[in-house]
Every structure is written in C-alpha cells, then in structure tokens.
C-alpha cells in the first residue's frame, strides 16, 4: 500500500500571516485580561525570622502560597533576620520558610483589608535529616539549597560541587512533558537517542548517561530496564549534579547525573485538575490530590496521568496511564513512614528518524517521514513499583533513613524495524528486523543513609555514612533472521511482507546486576567560612550477561567482581555571603564492559575516571538570583580499545576526555521577572583508540561543543496585574556529528547543522473564593525552524515544527 506523505501547502505570506495572528491574539488575550482585573489595596505582612537561639536568619525564603497551592509573593530575609510582603490581596494563605541546615516550616495566615497584621516571629529549628517534602524554592526560579550533590540539604554556596535546580515552577510556566525538555534549562547537558525517542537520553559534560537517572536517591536504569520515560506529573523538582558522583551513587558515566525529587504527601490540602492540548492530536489530562487525613499525622496525594497523543512523525503515536499514590504516616516525632506506589501501562514507539544520504547530511524529505511500517516497533508496557521509607530521629541533628524499592517492568517489542546504513544514489534504504516477543526485568534496591552534625571546637561537621545495594535481574527472547524488504524514500510503499524466521536466530538472554557500596563523607566548615568535602566509597559488584543460541558454541558470559576505593575531595572559600569559591578532584567509578576479555579470557577491569574542577558561585540581589561558573577537566581510562599487539584480543588502555566552561543563572533578576538558563562550551576527545577503524583523535559523536539557553517570566506581583505573567526564551546548540563506517577502515562523519528556536508563553490565573482557575498557552518553535534534536550512525531525529500547547487548569 503506497502512503501519501502529509503536508502542508500554505505559501510563505500566508504562512507568516498566522504566525503573526497567533501572536496578536497572544497579546490582546493578556491584555484583555488586565482590563479584566479590578483594582484593590493590598495587605502588607511583614516578621523576622530566627534560630533557636534567637539569632536573625539572613537569606531566609519566605513564600506565601494560596489555598490552592500558587505562589502570591516571595522575598528573602534581610541581613537581621526581617522580611515584608506587600501587595497581597485579602485571604487565606500558607507561610512557608526556608533556610539551609533548618527545619522547612509552615504556617497558616489570613490577611484582612479591614485590619492590620501583626508582625510575625518565626523560629527555626535545626534539620536533622534531609526533608522528605522537598517544595519548590521561594520566587519560583530560586534555589539556595539541594541535597542531590552531597546527600545532605545545605546551602549550594557552601557545597563544592556543582549542582543545578530546575524548580517546579519551571516545569509549569514551560508545560514540560518529558524530561529531556526540562534538561536543556541547564549548561553541558543535551539531548542523546540511546532508545530512538522512548527514554530520557542525555549527555552531560559529554557524557552519554546511557538513559541511567535517580529518583530520591534511588536508580532508574532505563537503557537495560526499558519501560516509560520520567512521568513529569510527579515530579517536584529535579536537581542536575555536574561530574563524578559515584562516591554516593554507585557505577555510571562521568559527567554527572540527574536527580528527580518525586511529589510526597505534605500538609497543604488542595486538588489540582490539569488539561492539555496540542498540535497533532495532543491530550494530556493530569490531576494531583494532596490530603490531610489525620491533622499532620496521615497524610495522602495522589497523582494521575493519561496521555494520548500523535506525533508530527507519521506513525508514531504515544499512549500512557499513571497513577502515583503515597502516604505518609507520623505516629510520633520520632519516627515517620512514607509508602510510595506506582502504576503505568500503554505503549510507545521507536522512531527511527531520518536516514542520512551518502554525502553524511540528513535526506531531504519533510520531517514528518518516517520508514518503518505502520504498526512496527510498538511495544505495549507494563511496569510498578512500591517504595517505602522510614526516617528515625535519633537525636537532636542525627537522623537514620532506610529505602526499599522493588520495580517490575514488562516492555516486550513484537517487531523492531531499523535502518541499514546509509540512503544510495537511487534512494533506497536497506532495513533491518528484529523481533523481542518477551521482556521482563525486575529491580530491587536498598538504601540507607546516617546524616548529624556535631563540632569539634571551632569546626562545624556535616557527616553522611550510608550504605546501598541494587540488583536487576531481566530476561529477554528474540529473533534476528527476520529481513525487511528496502524501501525508497522518494516513492516509499509500506507494508511490504516481511521474511520468514529461522530458528537459528533465535536469542534467549539472561541478564544479572549486582551492585552494594559503602560510603562515608563529611563537610567541615572552618573558621573564616571555608568549607571542606572529603568522601571515599567502597564498592562491590557483580555483572552477568548470558546470550545463548541455537549454536552452542555462541555463549558469551561475563563475571566480574570489583572492589575499587572511590575518594573526592573538595574546597571552598566564602569571603562573603555572595560570592563562593571553589576547587574539587573527584574520581569515579564506571561499568565494566560486556562480551569484552583479555588474551587470557577474563573480564575487563571497570571503567574509570578523574575530574578536576574549579567555579565560582554568586548570589545578587540579596540572593534572589544566582550565578555561577566552572571549568572542569574530566579523563576517562579502561575504555576497551583493541590490543596493540594483537588486534583479536582487547585490553583496557582507551581514554576519552572532556573539557569545557559552564555558565548557569537561575533565579529572580527583579520581584517580578524570574529567569534561568545556561551556556556550556566542551571539547570532547578520544585520546587513545587502537581499534580498526579508530576513534583516536576524533570529537565525541552526539555531543554538540556549544549549548545554551535563556527562559524568563515576567509575573507582576501587584494587586492590579495580579494573575498574568508572560514569558519568552531561545534554545540554541551547535552542529552534530556521529560516525559510520561502510568499509571498516575510515570513518566517515554524519552532521546535522547548528540551530536556534524561539518559545513563547502567556497565562492568567483567577480567584473564585477558594478556587483558582487558570489558563496558558506556551508557542515552541515559533519561527518554525527545521532542525534535528540528536544524531547518531542511523540517524538524525527532527525536532518538532511550530506547535501551540493551550492548558486549562483549575485548582482548589
């Protein structure tokens, strides 16, 4: 059956005719709805903020949220301790106050226009754990604290890591679907295609992650486990740690990781109904419960997403339900229990992009086409999981927290048709089969972390000692004797038949991870506000892959068992409170590689690397807004390379390195305009290769050497504009390069070129009593550019055309 490609025939004045009526109807939308808003006086609260002891708390984030959970005003503490909030309309509100190293705490407010607010005290107590509700930081866009880097909530000025937060705020005024889409707010990480379009692949510092995240300290293996992408409906924030962070986290790439903090119960009672649409049969429906059972002793959320949705690619389609119920119980101030659950199922389908021509550019079809066949390379999903979570206070400032989670997954792929090299003269593309008619892997981790504080004279100690074990056990069945007819990209005809299978191609694999570490780690802070970081980790592990065959002599097992120690140190200065100094080395601890041995048939030893790094981060506005800076030296050994002397055996005496300089800003440049993005420029190297062909000397493949961002809001506080915010930002990247070789000498390089895009958003929201109704519409793309997100040897992935996202969303 031979398919008629969709497109659009608009001409070039009609076309930016619309584009021009959207925006119009953009604005006078907004300014409707400031004609809209009637004008009345504000109330003014105003309080000091205190420790214990009674000493002021400077810097402190002082949030007045509404009833349904929006923000309404935010400010900082000043150097004794006070803040003032002005312009607030008459209601009921929740104080929220936070600071570094104390207790996050709450507070119910009413504010009358008839009469005066007395001034407020708030005592703070000293946190003994890191929070188990981690909110969304004061102003929307600031963040002072994270706990991602060190596994311990301090101040990010006085930790000498680099780590970034993308706030929930963001994630709203953004519309986030995926999270790949949230990660390009911060500098060195760019979007991969490990699983052609079905999991979170990105790099950092041109690192491929390899689709490998965390959620609350806790691994989510989406490259060997399969199974749904990040849900970005239970996400409350997500914190990226730049660099090694094995010493805490166990094997992964050098160039950092990522940290999802998912929504918990907390005690702010509201219902959030959410409905978006969108271009291309776009309909996402989420809803999100947060309950009080018992006062603030049982307390329950629950979160729901259902997504239906097309594709600007023909043929990929997208559908998912998930459901994330938790529960929180705190039967004393001693002890607190968390139960976490979660339930997705629907499907997803492998896009596998446009092919590249012989020339190594991307074939000039439109960008919607697609060269598998309908109804190929979807795979129906299946996956839960259960997390349950206790925190012991055992002391004043020392805390125990103990983590299970057992995750189940079910992700089989019936028919996986991918390309074969490259498009020839004529046009046609070779096609490959693969068939994967059983999948199931399961998880099991444990985690356990002692954090206190305590002094020796003069020198304050931040102490963690942990421990954790994960281990995933998987097994697949499939089949590669399968063949796809070519096609042609310029007359395709789909649907061909496919070749019989033969019996001996079947695969049947068994899969096996074991990984347990034990970790210690203490931040010193000195006299004259120096801060020293030493950790080191010790670290088991056991990997295990079994391919079998109809040939018996196809049988590839690796066993490894490593005990490496993994140290990281750091230093940082603060002269004073705005501005921070710092250096660290880091060493790191990778994955040993599959189906590779020595000469003597044993397995190779584990990847490693080293990073060295100095930055500095400032806080402006009495710090509202941060920025920072760093430049960094990653170096990566044990890369299997083919053995010198023997080109049939392999030895671990590869190296790769990153270098680069980052720039990231986030925050509140004024009460009413919030901001964040970054800039990254990285040289990634292979340094050694022996292999034929050989990657010595080359750039990184799907790594670009520029990439930023800038995205801002501006969300007027004042009673008359109170409601409407309106915001804008640039993504931009470098070209792209992947590598193929046809003749297995030379490489040759696929490029796609470098690109810039434009968003646009505008939104309103309106009290009615308790209730808050709101709408948005965010606008991607608006010059409506043609650019490609990743590349890889097959393929280059398009990004999406010019595309509206209306929300409607209601909350009380």
């Not at 925006?23 to 214990?52: C, N, R, T, Y």
């Not at 060295?612 to 990566?636: C, H, N, P």
């Amino acid at each position: 059956m031979k398919m008629t490609e969709r497109t659009t025939t608009w001409g070039t004045a009609t076309l930016f005719s619309r584009r021009i009526e959207v925006v119009l109807v953009m604005f006078l939308l907004g300014m409707s709805h400031l004609q809209a808003i009637a004008q009345v006086s504000g109330s003014v609260l105003q309080g000091v903020v205190e420790d214990s002891t009674g000493g002021a708390i400077s810097g402190a984030q002082i949030t007045l949220r509404s009833s349904s959970g929006r923000i309404a005003a935010t400010t900082l503490s000043n150097s004794e301790g006070r803040f003032s909030l002005s312009g607030v309309s008459p209601g009921n509100y929740v104080l929220q106050v936070k600071s570094g190293g104390f207790e996050t705490l709450e507070k119910d407010i009413s504010l009358s226009a008839t009469s005066s607010t007395p001034a407020l005290h708030i005592g703070m107590h000293v946190a003994s754990v890191r929070e188990s509700v981690n909110v969304s930081a004061a102003g929307g866009y600031v963040a002072t604290t994270a706990a991602a880097g060190t596994k311990v909530d301090l101040p990010l000025m006085e930790t000498p890591v680099a780590v970034q937060v993308i706030p929930q705020q963001v994630l709203r005024d953004q519309q986030t679907v995926n999270l790949v889409e949230a990660l390009v707010n911060v500098s060195g990480v760019a979007p991969t295609n490990d699983s052609y379009g079905t999991s979170d692949s990105f790099s950092i510092r041109g690192f491929d992650a390899n689709a490998l995240l965390y959620q609350d300290g806790m691994k989510l293996d989406q490259y060997s486990a399969s199974g749904f992408p990040q849900d970005m409906a239970n996400v409350e924030e997500i914190q990226v740690v730049k660099g090694p962070a094995s010493v805490l986290y166990g094997q992964s790439e050098p160039g950092g990781l990522v940290e999802i903090v998912t929504k918990k119960p907390h005690s702010n009672r509201f219902f959030n109904l959410n409905q978006q649409f969108g271009n291309h049969q776009f309909f996402r429906t989420t809803a999100d419960l947060n309950q009080p059972l018992i006062n603030d002793k049982l307390l329950f959320r629950f979160v729901v997403d259902g997504t239906d949705a097309n594709s600007f690619r023909n043929f990929v389609h997208t559908n998912q339900f998930a459901v994330y119920p938790s529960l929180t119980w705190r039967p004393s101030k001693l002890v607190d229990v968390t139960l976490q659950g979660s339930y997705e199922t629907g499907s997803n389908i492998l896009d596998n992009g446009v092919p590249f021509l012989a020339d190594g550019t991307p074939a000039k079809v439109p960008r919607s086409s697609d060269f598998m066949d309908f109804g190929t390379n979807k795979s129906n999903i299946s996956q839960y999981s259960f997390r349950p979570t206790v925190n012991l206070h055992l002391a004043e400032n020392w805390s125990l927290r103990m983590q299970y989670k057992s995750e189940t997954i079910n992700a089989p792929l019936p028919v996986d048709e991918y390309y074969l090299g490259e498009v020839d003269q004529d046009g046609n593309l070779q096609r490959g089969v693969f068939t994967e008619t059983y999948f199931r892997h399961r998880s099991d981790q444990v985690l356990t972390d002692l954090p206190g504080k305590f002094s020796l004279g003069p020198i304050k100690n931040t102490f963690l000692i942990g421990f954790d074990f994960y281990k995933q056990s998987g097994k697949w069945f499939g089949n590669t004797s399968i063949t796809a007819a070519p096609i042609n990209i310029y007359h395709p005809v789909y649907s061909q038949p496919l070749g019989p299978s033969d019996p001996t191609g079947d695969i049947f694999a068994v899969q096996g991870w074991t990984e347990y570490g034990a970790y210690v780690q203490d931040v010193a802070e000195l006299p004259g506000k120096v801060f020293i970081l030493a950790g080191v980790r010790l670290n088991w592990s056991e990997l295990l892959e079994n391919i079998t065959t109809p040939d018996p002599f196809t049988y590839w097992p690796n066993d490894s068992h490593d005990r490496p120690n993994t140290p990281r140190f750091g230093l940082l200065w603060q002269p004073n409170t705005h501005v921070s100094l710092y250096g660290s080395y880091t060493s790191h601890y990778g994955d040993s590689a599959l189906f590779v041995f020595t000469a003597d048939d044993k397995p190779l030893p584990p990847q490693s690397a080293n990073q060295t790094e100095f930055g500095i981060k400032t806080q402006w506005f009495d710090r509202r807004l941060t920025v920072s800076t760093a430049v960094y030296r990653i170096m990566k050994h044990n890369v299997p390379t083919a053995d010198p002397q023997n080109p049939f055996n392999t030895v671990a005496i590869g190296a790769a390195r990153t270098q680069g300089v980052e720039f990231d800003i986030s925050g509140q440049l004024t009460h009413t305009l919030r901001v964040i993005g970054g800039f990254s420029s990285l040289h990634a190297l292979t340094t050694r290769d022996f292999n034929t062909p050989s990657l010595q000397g080359l750039p990184f493949p799907s790594i670009p050497h520029n990439i930023g961002s800038l995205w801002g809001v501006w969300d007027p506080q004042t009673t008359r504009l109170h409601g409407f915010r309106l915001g804008a930002g640039i993504q931009s990247r470098s070209g792209e390069q992947a590598y193929e070789s046809p003749d297995g000498i030379t490489y040759l390089a696929d490029r796609v070129p470098s690109f810039v895009i434009v968003n646009l958003m505008t939104g309103y929201e309106h009290p009615v009593g308790r209730t808050r109704i709101g709408a948005q519409i965010n606008i991607n793309n608006l010059l409506d550019r043609t650019y490609f997100t990743t590349v890889n040897p097959s393929q280059a992935m398009p990004g999406a055309p010019f595309s509206i996202i209306p929300a409607l969303q209601i909350t009380f």
